[in-house]
């Protein structure tokens, strides 16, 4: 079965006061919605990872990093591991956002190599992907994001592949209060989901979990998130506030 999630994703946000602050008050405002099949994750900065965790440990979320490096340990002045990460209980690492791929040139190989040293040490990849708007107004917005998911994901095996969620962020939403429509959302959720069936089986297809990303918020989640392929949200803005970010996982 196909486990909803709502992630929220702090990007470059937040001191540390703030931070242990918004994540006592997600902490406390979840004690009191049942979460059965769902799951909550929180993506801090690294700064903030550890303390994120160990409120985890008491509290109904999981916790993500926002990057990562793809080696074990070395000479990468800056960088993060996925061992460190693991150390740390983290569970969840975001990969491919269109500001790491936009700001840091990261590349579809890079990312693949990302995701195999997430996947070696037992952190789930949240895999982005996206069109810019020109791309979408030419019409290549599918053939965009079949490239994204095939040079960076699609020679995983098929058990990894069960351990990767994916979330669709049209660039153009990002940021910018223009959501997707549901709509629009579920035909490339639709066409993800297509994508792992003819690759994998419709089986590991049924059971990936596909969010949406871009501009999702209070208001518009509970329209987004009714769609059939749409399995819950990474959000950016509205994660930053705890009544938002609460009432948009109430949604799921
Ligand atoms: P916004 O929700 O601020 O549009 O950001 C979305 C996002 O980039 C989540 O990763």
């Not at 429509?181 to 297809?205: F, N």
């Amino acid at each position: 079965m196909r486990t909803r999630i709502v992630a929220g994703n702090w990007k470059m946000n937040k001191t540390f006061k703030e931070a242990e602050k918004l994540i006592t008050e997600i902490a406390d405002a979840l004690d009191d919605i049942p979460l059965d099949n769902k799951e909550v994750i929180l993506c801090p900065p690294y700064l903030y990872l550890e303390m994120a965790a160990d409120v985890a440990e008491e509290a109904n979320f999981s916790v993500g990093a926002q990057n990562c490096y793809p080696a074990d340990c070395g000479a990468y002045t800056g960088e993060t591991s996925p061992v460190m990460l693991q150390s740390l209980h983290v569970d969840y690492c975001i990969i491919g956002h269109s500001e790491r791929r936009k700001y840091f040139n990261e590349s579809h190989e890079f990312l693949a190599r990302k995701t195999d040293a997430l996947l070696k040490h037992g952190i789930c990849p949240i895999f982005c992907c996206g069109e810019v708007l020109p791309e979408r107004e030419a019409g290549n917005h599918f053939d965009v994001v079949k490239k994204q998911l095939t040079e960076s994901l699609f020679h995983l095996s098929e058990e990894e592949i069960g351990n990767i969620v994916i979330a669709y962020e049209p660039v153009w939403a990002i940021g910018t209060g223009v959501n997707a429509t549901p709509g629009q959302a579920q035909e490339m959720h639709a066409y993800i989901r297509q994508l792992v069936a003819e690759k994998y089986s419709p089986g590991t297809a049924e059971n990936i979990t596909i969010l949406y990303g871009g501009s999702c918020n209070a208001k518009n989640a509970d329209e987004l998130f009714s769609q059939k392929d749409v399995d819950g949200g990474l959000i950016g803005g509205a994660s930053l506030k705890a009544e938002d970010f609460i009432s948009i996982v109430t949604s799921l």
